[in-house]
């Protein structure tokens, strides 16, 4: 899991504003997912994309965008739209039809 | 879709002694089973994981048992110690995206 980055560590959204989080990974996974982690509760689903150019809603992609142009990359945009944004983000990857995640350090994401 | 309950929600035990989380889930289609321990503010690490073909496994201090008729697996951590506090989550599915569905997490104090 080490081979996972995600930046900012740390991002602040302004109302109105759309932010953009990065997610990065040099392990050769195919497949990568964007969680949300509101406190003391699990791991929801926004987005995964098992391919290049190819990506799936999750449970609450609702104010949610996300694109897959290179394998390595898997960025997610908070639009506007999200109306509670403030969550800990967590990306994550795993080889093609292989079940095991492995997380990137995390986006903490709070509103001004 | 897969549906999973995490067991208890919180647990405190006395340094030393064993720590058993427990989790069901609703599809039988349902053939990977990993436990992830999260500390605070940190990424979820894999720290075992089952498939639908075995009952048990064990690594160390760590077991996770699988009743496949029953729907539940539980994660055992004998000695336990002060750095095994943390939130454990399960998850259970198949394949990849919305197949895999992830628990709401077990926040384990290990008093000293």
């Known amino acids: 899991d080490g081979g996972i980055t995600q930046s900012p560590k740390y991002l602040f959204r302004k109302e109105g504003q759309n932010v953009t989080l990065s997610c990065e990974q040099n392990l050769n996974h195919d497949a990568m997912y964007w969680y949300r982690q509101d406190p003391g509760q699990g791991l929801r689903l926004i987005y995964y994309s098992q391919i290049v150019n190819d990506f799936q809603k999750g449970d609450i992609a609702e104010g949610y965008s996300v694109s897959r142009e290179k394998k390595e990359s898997f960025p997610l945009t908070v639009t506007s739209a999200q109306k509670n944004p403030t969550a800990f983000y967590l990306c994550a990857s795993s080889f093609d039809r292989q079940e095991t995640q492995y997380f990137g350090p995390g986006t903490r994401l709070l509103v001004l | 879709g897969e549906n999973v309950e995490q067991h208890p929600s919180t647990l405190s035990v006395q340094e030393g002694d064993s720590a058993v989380i427990k989790c069901t889930y609703s599809?039988?289609?349902?053939?990977?089973f990993p436990w992830y321990k999260q500390e605070l503010g940190k990424r979820p690490q894999l720290i075992i994981d089952?498939?639908?073909?075995?009952g048990e496994k064990k690594d160390q201090r760590i077991a996770v048992t699988l009743n496949k008729t029953a729907k539940h697996f539980s994660l055992h951590i004998t000695e336990t110690q002060p750095e095994d506090s943390a939130v454990y989550f399960c998850?259970?599915?198949?394949?990849?995206?919305?197949?895999?569905?992830f628990g709401p997490g077990t926040r384990l104090s290990v008093l000293p």
């Open positions: 998850a259970a599915g198949y394949n990849y995206g919305q197949n895999f569905v």
């Open positions: 599809d039988s289609a349902s053939n990977y």
């Open positions: 089952i498939r639908s073909n075995v």
